[in-house]
């Protein structure tokens, strides 16, 4: 059974700082995706990765994935204020119906 | 403009009482799918459904029902064997076997 684990849950950083938010899931995933709600909202999709190696990069944003070591990552460069969010993995189960297993977000505030 | 609409925004349930969330796409989605969020949780799955007529449980389905008698279409019944129903729910579409989903603005249900 597909089991999606992000860390670190809760992240509070400084503006114009780095950091990474990891994704680990437990079997095979044919893809990950990463998802950002606002607070109160919907979530909002921000990239899939469709696989080995796969980088995708919008803005401030870089997600990357390595099916080998079940691992994604979201790197946050230089963030701001804009950035805070709560940040979502989700992998897809590849044996029967397709369903989409969350993991449990990773809640950003970037700090002026 | 294609999307998905649930509504209401807000739904306030009295104890014992059944209540229908509304979920509808006009993507041409074939999946459709109910998630539960509590505040500071991520997303658990509730139902799901990959073609008309046809749905499957998810992780939490107990004091749930949903029908799918027409593609755009996926209500939620939250009924009252739901001994816990105050929560974020959030519907998606998606086309099955192609990237991810499409989420809906989101129910917020209150238990008064």
């Known amino acids: 059974e597909l089991k999606v684990e992000q860390n670190p849950l809760f992240l509070s950083m400084q503006e114009g700082k780095n950091y990474t938010i990891y994704c680990n899931y437990s079997?095979?995933?044919?893809?990950l995706y990463w998802y950002r709600q606002d607070p109160g909202k919907s979530l909002e999709s921000l990239f899939v990765?469709?696989?080995?190696?796969a980088v995708k990069q919008e803005g401030r944003l870089m997600a990357s994935l390595d099916t080998k070591a079940r691992l994604s990552t979201l790197h946050i460069t230089a963030a701001v204020h804009d950035l805070s969010a709560t940040y979502f993995c989700?992998?897809?189960?590849?044996?029967?119906?397709?369903?989409?297993?969350f993991g449990t977000g990773t809640r950003l505030k970037v700090l002026a | 403009d294609g999307g998905i609409t649930q509504s209401p925004k807000y739904l306030f349930r009295k104890e014992g009482q059944n209540v229908t969330l509304s979920c509808e796409q006009n993507?041409?989605?074939?999946?459709m799918y109910w998630y539960r969020q509590d505040p500071g949780q991520g997303l658990r799955l509730i139902y799901y459904?990959?073609?008309?007529?046809?749905?499957q449980k998810g992780d939490i389905a107990e004091g749930y029902s949903v029908s799918r008698e027409k593609k755009e279409s996926f209500p939620l019944t939250v009924t009252s064997a739901q001994k816990n129903p105050t929560a974020f729910y959030l519907c998606?579409?998606?086309?099955?076997?192609?990237?991810?989903?499409?989420f809906g603005s989101g129910t917020r249900l209150t238990v008064v």
């Open positions: 998606a579409s998606s086309i099955i076997g192609l990237y991810g989903y499409t």
């Open positions: 079997t095979t995933s044919d893809r």
């Open positions: 990765l469709l696989s080995n190696g």
């Open positions: 989700a992998g897809r189960t590849t044996s029967g119906t397709y369903k989409y297993i």
């Open positions: 993507l041409n989605h074939d999946a």
């Open positions: 459904s990959q073609i008309v007529n046809d749905f």
